[in-house]
């Protein structure tokens, strides 16, 4: 396994849509390992293939405490969405800013297995919240896109001076 390089914002490939995936094999596997090693060093409850370069639709998810509940979601696409849920989310590619964000509250997803096998699954609260992140990043959008202009302005200032005082 190896530790991934996160593309920081506002790097442009962080607004690449991602491609299908059409072969489950060892390369799949072996990106999706490193994709869990990278999001539980940053550390990170989801990290989407986007985020490290990788245009493809697969995303890693574990939003459990235990860091003992691996979810892959490969080719991920929601065909339900319900209710309303405002949570603060931040993100491995603006580090240090968090923003409430509205989302839908439920989820139901259809998504491949890292074996290809067609699954389904319903969600709601932070595990909903989270598989809308990173299919966000997987179409090239970012959470910052959910906030209103001013929030956003106001962020992204304050993510900029964060950068230059790490560059110090």
Known sequence: MAKLPILLYPHPHLRKVARRIEHFDDGLR???EDM??????????????????????VAVIDVSETKDQPLVLVNAEILEASGVEEMEEGCLSIPEIHEKVARKERVRVRYQDL??????????????????????????????????????????????????????
């Open 30 to 32: 072996r990106l999706v």
């Open 115 to 168: 074996d290809g096998q067609e699954r389904e699954l319903d969600t709601d609260g932070l595990l909903a919240v989270c598989i809308q992140h990173e299919l966000d990043h997987l179409e090239g959008r970012l959470f910052i896109d959910h906030i209103s202009p001013l929030k956003r302005e106001r962020a992204l200032k304050k993510y900029e001076k964060l950068q230059k005082r790490s560059r110090a």
């Open 36 to 57: 869990f090693e990278t999001m539980y060093a940053a550390p990170g409850i989801g990290l989407a293939a986007t985020q490290v370069d990788v245009h493809r639709r």
